[in-house]
Structures are given as C-alpha cells and as structure tokens.
C-alpha cells in the first residue's frame, strides 16, 4: 500500500507560482513511477506531469509544458510539481498518482494509487 498526502496549493495570481508537494509513505517510493493530474469542475480529470522510476524520464501535458517541473526527492519520498507563470485555466484539485508502471503513464488507468488532492486557484 501507498500512502500519498498532498499539500502547496492556495490561491495565487496569474503569472504566479506554486509549489505542490506529495510525500509518501511507501518505502518502495523508488519503484513508483509518479504523476499528477488535475480536474477542474465539471470536467475530467486530465494529465499534467508524470516522472518515472526507470530511466528517470519527465512527461509533461503540451499545456503545461515550459511551466510546470516535476521532481522527486528519494530520500524524503516525495514528489514535487512547481507550477511557474500560472494562468486561470490552471484552476483546478491536484492529485498526486503512483503507478507500479515504471516508464510511467499520462493515463490515470495505470494509477493505482491516490492522494487526496489539493486545490489550486488562480484568479485573473
């Protein structure tokens, strides 16, 4: 099992940064590829970022691109999303995923694991 927490988002304006973090609890976090998603209301939940453990690749959604950087941190087990020049059409929860996966996913199917999300807002 995977504990995963979540925590940095809060409300910011645009062109604004953020920082949200994800500790685990899993010892095995090294073999977990992780990624973040977002849904904002009424839509799906959608791909943002994802690192994997085998080859240590980074993945982002083409809207985040050049804005957002995904890290991780093996020995504090957590994973990292800062979020630079935020705009309002990043509003969204953040959910931090880890999927036994190792190149890692932009798919949520291949998560198997959750945290509880964070909500980010930014205003115009």
């Known amino acids: 099992q995977v504990h995963l927490v979540e925590s940095g988002g809060g409300l910011v304006q645009a062109g604004g940064s953020l920082r949200l973090s994800c500790a685990a609890s899993e010892g095995t976090f090294s073999r977990y590829g992780m990624g973040w998603f977002r849904q904002a209301p009424g839509k799906e939940r959608e791909f943002v970022a994802v690192r994997s453990w085998i080859g240590d690749r980074t993945v982002y959604a083409d809207s985040v691109k050049g804005r957002f950087t995904i890290s991780r941190d093996q020995v504090k087990t957590t994973v990292y999303l800062q979020m630079n020049s935020l705009k309002p059409e990043d509003t969204a929860v953040y959910y931090c995923?880890?999927?036994?996966?190792?190149?890692?996913?932009?798919?949520?199917?291949?998560?198997?694991?959750w945290g509880q999300g964070t909500q980010v807002t930014v205003s115009s």
């Open positions: 995923a880890a999927s036994s996966y190792g190149l890692g996913s932009t798919s949520s199917y291949e998560y198997g694991y």
